[in-house]
C-alpha cells in the first residue's frame, strides 16, 4: 500500500529487475553505495559489487580475512570492509590488503563512501560488543581516508547499563553532499544533519515499538537483553529520494518502507511490504521494485569465484587430504562438530545427497571440528554414516573462515567456491544443494545460482 500524492513513487512486487537501478537491499542487508556501484553481502557471507546495469560480481578477499560485518566500493575497483574484529581495511581488486584504518568505534559499519573519498561510520547494528563506555563518540562519523580528521555528527546516547552503549547508538547512516542521515536502530527516529554537526531535520513517524533504553533484565533467573530493532536500513536512491526500511508491527513478519524528501524530511510515501528481508530496487525514475533475491543473485559472474583456500588435515585412515583433492570434481565440503544440534540434523540428509548423486560424479568432504576425534567417531558410527572427513580439530574456522556451524559450500571442477550455506536450514536447503550439484555436474562452464537464506545457526562456534 501506498500514499496517493502526486510524485510519490510507485511499488511493483515480484518484479523483473529493470535495465538500470540501485539495489538498495539484498535480503534485508543495506547496499553501502561508492561511486557508480555498490557493495552488499549476502546471505552467504559474500560481499557483491552491484553496478549501476546490475551487473553483479563477487569482491574477491583476502583468505584472511573472517566474517564480513560491513562492506563499501572502493575507488580502485577493490573494497572497503569491515571484519569480525572491528579492523577497517581497503582490499584491491587483486584481493591484497592496501590500508588498514583506526576507526571511532569499536565494531564499525559503513554507510557511504563520498565522491571525496570520506567515508561515514556508524556502530553496526549487528554483532555489536558489550563493554563498558564512560565517554561515547557521537553516533556518526565521517572519516577522511587520507588522514584530515574525524568529523562527528549527534549526540551519543548513555543507557541505564552502559555496557549497551554500543547498542544504544547503533544504526544505519547514508550521505548527500554536505548533508548526512542517521536512523537509530532502536528509536522511531531519522535525522538530517548539516555539514557544521547541526540538525537541519528531525522525523518520528509513530512506529509501532521502541527501545530507546535498552537493558538486561532477569527472566527465569537468566539475563535477557531486552530491546526492538526499529530502523533496518537507511539509503539514497539513484532518484535523489531517502529510504528509510523499519519494522512495521511487532511481529517483525513484515516491513515499512518510507520514501522521504531528504531537503527536509517531507514523506513523499509509505509502503508496507509482505517480507521483513526484502530485496528492492529503485530506478533512476523512481520506481520500487521488489523483487526476489534470486534474479539478482543468479547474475554473479562466475569466473569471479573465489579459490577454496588451502588446506592439509589428517583423515581417520591415517592419510592426508588437501584442497587439491577437490580439483576436477563437484564437491561438497561440510564443516560439522558432534556437539553442533544443526550439524547432526543436517549430516544424515548431506550422506543422503552425496549417496545419490555419487555415480553422476558428486564428492563429498566433511570437516570435522571435534577436538576429541573419538567422539566425531561415535557419533557417525552410532548413525551407521561413513562419509569421508577431515580431522580439522578446531583449525577449519581459521581456514574457511565460517561465522559459525555448520557451513557447507560447494566446489566446482576448477577447485573454486560456486555457493555458501552457513547454517542449516532444513530441507529446502538441502534441496537448494541439491539443485546446485546437479547444475554443476551437468555444466562444466561457472554459473552461480541464488543462496537461500539459512533459519538456523549454532552459535557456539562464535567467538
Given at each position: 500500500t501506498g500514499a496517493s500524492r502526486p510524485g510519490v513513487p510507485t511499488l511493483a512486487l515480484d518484479a523483473e529487475l529493470p535495465a538500470r537501478g540501485r539495489v538498495l537491499w539484498l535480503d534485508g542487508r543495506t547496499s553501502v553505495p561508492g561511486g557508480k556501484s555498490v557493495a552488499v553481502r549476502d546471505s552467504a557471507g559474500r560481499v557483491l559489487l552491484v553496478d549501476d546495469r546490475l551487473r553483479v560480481r563477487e569482491a574477491a578477499l583476502p583468505g584472511d580475512i573472517a566474517s564480513i560485518v560491513s562492506a563499501a566500493p572502493a575507488g580502485d575497483g577493490g573494497v572497503w570492509v569491515v571484519d569480525g574484529t572491528g579492523r577497517l581495511l581497503r582490499v584491491t581488486a587483486e584481493s591484497r590488503i592496501a590500508e588498514r584504518l583506526g576507526t571511532p568505534f569499536r565494531l564499525p559499519a559503513i554507510g557511504d563512501v563520498g565522491h571525496d573519498g570520506r567515508l561515514t561510520l556508524v556502530r553496526a547494528s549487528q554483532g555489536f560488543p558489550f563493554a563498558f563506555?564512560?565517554?561515547?563518540?557521537a553516533p556518526v562519523a565521517v572519516m577522511d581516508t587520507f588522514g584530515r580528521g574525524v568529523h562527528s555528527y549527534g549526540i551519543a546516547r548513555r543507557p541505564a547499563h552502559v555496557l549497551l552503549t554500543d547498542l544504544a547508538n547503533a544504526g544505519h547512516a547514508a550521505r548527500a553532499g554536505s548533508r548526512t542521515f542517521f536512523a537509530p536502530l532502536v528509536r522511531d527516529e531519522v535525522v538530517a544533519f548539516g555539514a557544521a554537526g547541526d540538525t537541519l531535520w528531525s522525523l518520528r513517524r509513530g512506529l509501532p515499538r521502541e527501545t530507546p533504553d535498552p537493558r538486561f533484565e532477569l527472566r527465569d533467573h537468566r539475563p535477557v537483553l531486552n530491546y526492538f530493532p526499529v530502523n533496518l536500513g537507511l539509503a539514497l536512491g539513484p532518484d535523489g529520494r531517502l529510504y528509510v526500511l523499519s519494522t512495521a508491527d511487532t511481529t517483525l513478519s513484515r516491513s515499512r518502507l518510507d520514501v522521504l524528501d531528504p531537503a527536509d524530511?517531507?514523506?513523499?510515501?509509505?509502503?508496507?511490504?509482505?517480507?521483513?528481508?526484502?530485496?528492492?530496487?529503485?530506478?533512476?525514475?523512481?520506481?520500487?521494485?521488489?523483487?526476489?533475491?534470486?534474479?539478482?543473485?543468479?547474475?554473479?559472474?562466475?569466473?569471479?569465484r573465489p579459490a577454496v583456500p588451502a588446506f592439509n588435515w589428517p583423515q581417520p585412515d591415517g592419510g592426508r587430504v588437501t584442497e587439491g583433492a577437490l580439483r576436477g570434481r563437484v564437491t561438497i565440503v561440510n564443516a560439522w562438530a558432534s556437539w553442533c544440534a544443526p550439524c547432526r540434523e543436517e549430516m544424515p540428509e548431506l550422506v543422503g545427497l552425496w549417496t545419490s548423486l555419487r555415480d553422476s560424479g558428486l564428492a563429498l568432504l566433511t570437516v570435522n571440528e571435534d577436538l576429541n576425534q573419538e567422539d566425531a567417531r561415535r557419533w557417525l558410527d552410532a548413525r551407521r554414516l561413513a562419509p569421508p572427513v577431515a580431522l580439522a580439530a578446531g583449525e577449519g574456522r581459521g581456514v574457511l573462515h565460517y561465522p559459525g556451524l555448520p557451513y557447507t559450500i560447494l566446489v566446482d571442477r576448477s577447485g573454486r567456491i560456486a555457493r555458501r550455506w552457513i547454517g542449516y536450514a532444513g530441507p529446502r536447503q538441502i534441496s537448494d544443494i541439491a539443485a546446485a550439484?546437479?547444475?554443476?555436474?551437468?555444466?562444466r562452464t561457472a554459473h552461480t545460482n541464488a543462496t537461500l537464506p539459512s533459519a538456523r545457526h549454532d552459535h557456539a562456534a562464535q567467538p
Open positions: 563506555d564512560t565517554s561515547p563518540a524530511g517531507r514523506s513523499l510515501g509509505t509502503f508496507f511490504l509482505p517480507t521483513i528481508l526484502p530485496t528492492i530496487v529503485v530506478t533512476p525514475a523512481g520506481r520500487i521494485d521488489l523483487i526476489p533475491a534470486a534474479r539478482l543473485l543468479a547474475r554473479v559472474e562466475g569466473a569471479e550439484a546437479r547444475h554443476e555436474l551437468g555444466f
